[in-house]
């Protein structure tokens, strides 16, 4: 009965250590100083293990330690946390090198909260409590390592996010599924997969009803998967959306018809030459530089009401 009592306890002290957020630091020099960047809200007190014996206790905001030696360190935060927020701290980029695990925390917000942070890879089996997040503007913005496949981001709750502008931007080598994301809420992706080389995954279940802003989500990228089941009648600007990509799949059932802004759409592609004779381009008032040097364009646009446009400047250049 007391090994039994015994395995109990010694199962609840490792299920609560299980629930710390876990990250892995790097110092490059002796008495470095490093500082979390966590975002100080009405809530927040937590104990931080900075992993070379030094834990602090009773932190509301950003905490600061100095290692004596030069190395990595596994950093465990437990407590109440609902921010990190690299965007702010642009000089400790280079020194978070992994989040090992998410643990129990309930996010508030993943506004950039690793921007920059172009060490980072994601070794934790667990997946981030979302729930209450509705912005992951800049996430990922210029990250350039390529995220394990452990990484089991096709499996996080999205529901409840509105932006995810440029979420990905610039994370040359992020290729990870996630055609299982809940996107219904969302109505802003500019830039989501901007300058990301690599990504080509199949996003074509997502609901995108909700999307008003599309600038730029594929431009410079070599995504290149169907997207004709897409719901776009709720998109105003679709400015820059396939621009200098390899993108060259069927467009024509879109229902573009709230859209204003096509400038640049597909300037630059030199792949693209699909048929978009049945869109309804009646509201558009920009054309701007739509196919300026997408050399292979070749199709009728007979059908188009471009009664109201204003500016078709180098459409065709």
């Avoid at 809420?185 to 901007?194: G, I, L, P, R, S």
């Amino acid at each position: 009965m007391k090994i039994f009592y015994f395995l109990l306890l010694l199962l609840g002290c490792t299920a609560m250590a299980q629930n710390g957020f876990i990250t892995k630091w790097r110092t490059y020099t002796p008495n470095q100083t490093v500082t979390v960047p966590i975002t100080s809200s009405e809530d927040t007190n937590y104990s931080i293990d900075f992993g070379d014996g030094t834990i602090l206790t009773d932190q509301t905001g950003a905490a600061t330690h100095t290692y004596a030696l030069a190395g990595d360190y596994l950093v465990e935060i437990n407590g109440t946390l609902d921010r990190i927020n690299f965007g702010d701290y642009p000089n400790m980029v280079s020194n978070i090198i992994s989040v090992e695990q998410w643990g129990s925390t309930a996010w508030s917000s993943m506004n950039q909260a690793f921007k920059n942070c172009y060490q980072l890879n994601i070794t934790a089996a667990d997946v981030p409590d979302l729930s209450q997040v509705t912005d992951m503007s800049f996430m990922f913005f210029d990250l350039n390592m390529e995220l394990t496949t452990a990484f089991n981001i096709n499996d996080w709750d999205v529901s409840n996010v509105q932006t995810m502008e440029s979420m990905f931007e610039k994370a040359r080598y992020f290729n990870q599924p996630l055609h299982n994301w809940d996107v219904s809420n969302v109505t802003n992706m500019k830039n989501m997969f901007a300058y990301d080389l690599e990504f080509n995954q199949d996003l074509s279940a997502w609901d995108m009803s909700g999307v008003e802003n599309m600038d730029g989500m594929f431009f410079f990228t070599h995504f290149n998967q169907p997207l004709d089941a897409w719901d776009v009648s709720g998109a105003n600007t679709m400015n820059g959306m396939f621009a200098y990509s390899s993108y060259n799949q069927p467009l024509n059932s879109w229902d573009v018809s709230n859209v204003t802004n096509t400038g640049g759409m597909f300037a630059g592609n030199d792949y693209f030459n699909q048929p978009l004779n049945n869109w309804d381009v009646s509201g558009v008032t920009t054309m701007a530089g739509m196919f300026q040097d997408a050399l292979n364009f070749n199709q009728p646009l007979n059908n188009w009401d471009v009664s109201h446009v204003i500016d078709m400047r180098q459409m065709f250049d």
